[in-house]
């Protein structure tokens, strides 16, 4: 089996959320299941900042559902959105 590269966007519960602090707490979450390859904040509209979430996982099955699980049960985390999935 191959590995898998996945781009989740995470919005913040509240625009006020200190963005830094949660992409922090984010990257903690997924330290040890998978290799983060990228973390970048980006504004979206009006003051709303999102993270993006670049990383590479073993195309192993449920994994992906599991990590995505995780980063939705994150401390402020609103919404969690996966954006792409390529086989690598």
Do not use: H, W
């Not at 590995?3 to 913040?12: H, S, T």
């Not at 970048?40 to 599991?66: H, Y």
């Not at 990590?67 to 954006?83: K, M, R």
């Amino acid at each position: 089996m191959g590995d898998v590269a996945v781009v989740f966007r995470i919005l913040p519960e509240n625009p006020d959320e200190d963005i830094d602090e949660l992409a922090s707490r984010v990257k903690d979450t997924v330290t040890g299941k998978c290799e983060i390859n990228r973390v970048i904040t980006e504004e979206i509209a009006f003051g709303l900042k999102a993270i993006r979430l670049e990383i590479i996982v073993p195309d192993e099955e449920g994994l992906m559902g599991a990590i995505e699980s995780d980063l939705a049960s994150v401390s402020g985390v609103s919404q969690v959105d996966t954006e792409d999935v390529t086989l690598i």
